[in-house]
């Protein structure tokens, strides 16, 4: 059911919020505390904010099933997909052919305590992407799924 | 009552195994650290990042988040697989 | 004996966690008991890695270079993904099987039913 206009309003607040904030952790993985997963959870716990504040009938309207499954599924093949395009540069797979080779991600990191720099680690950012959308889309339509098998529309 | 004695000596011996072990494992110091300590030392130049927490899961162990993704992944097929409905209106097949 | 509390911590909840899944009958009750047993698991492998006066294996403004073994902690980051793997199935099973009997005592789901 739908919960009062306070509720509904701190949702629509909040929940860039925390999109901004679990993007950050996915992102920064290589540098601080965090990576994929834990950012992944970080955003599933917004959308669970925004389901429970709107009653479900009104999210399946404009929230498709289709469109989270396809999101999960690209999370997974993305991976994959990184590790085996290591095969093409002739190393083996999951080698980290980006790191000190001054393309894209691959700037050479000093050695001890420095204060970090975004453009470093290779191949791991990508991957920290990858299974940080995995993640979103898979726990965001556990909730949905587990909902939709409710008798009475009134919780 | 059968079922009482047999998990309660089952429970006995676990406790014996469990006490002698909470007593004797010295806190603070591992004993075979060579596999850590090759991490430390060489982490930050070969793979180039920082957090060698993530180095070691993406990097120098890639084949166990690979298999734990593939985990997850089939656990939600299996909550989406027991949601369906199947045409004519009923639901859970084998009605 | 208090400088082995994390083991003993270990200890208690490894007998909490086995006496609920041996003896409780309500199918939410025994899912609670199998995952206080992981919450068990994972303390006593992370506790295993630790280095007295280390700090997070992170290098970037690290207080010291002194670390704590980062290994465990990658494993115990996979344990805890699987963990809520299972608890999402074992919840919908829950689900499927109430509508079906009308319980959720294992004592009277009993026979294969259709």
Known sequence: MRMSRIVRTAADILFPAILIFGLYIVAHGHLTPGGGFQGGAVIATGGALVIVAFSYKEVTEWLSKNVLMGQEVTGLVGFIGVGLLALAFGQVFFFNYLANSGSLFGIPVPYGINAGELNTAGVIPLMNFAVGIEVWGGLTIVILYLLSGLEKEGC | ?95 | MLWNLPFITVVVLTFIGLVTVLLKKNIIKILLGINILESAVNLFIVALGYRVGGVAPIFTLAPSELMVLPTPQALVLTSIVIGVATSALVLSFAMVLQKKYGTVDIDKIRRLNG
Do not use: H, W
């Open chain 2, 1 to 95: 009552m059968k079922k009482m004695l047999v998990v309660g000596t089952s429970l006995l011996i676990l406790a014996a195994f469990f006490g002698v072990m909470a007593m004797t494992f010295s806190f603070g110091s591992p004993k075979m650290t060579d596999m850590d300590d090759y991490f430390l030392k060489n982490g930050q130049e070969q793979t180039g990042s920082n957090n060698e927490c993530t180095a070691v899961v993406f990097d120098f162990r890639g084949f166990d988040t690979l298999g734990e993704s593939t985990v997850l992944f089939c656990a939600i097929i299996g909550v989406a697989l027991m949601f369906r409905k199947m045409q004519g209106g009923e639901e859970y097949e084998d009605e």
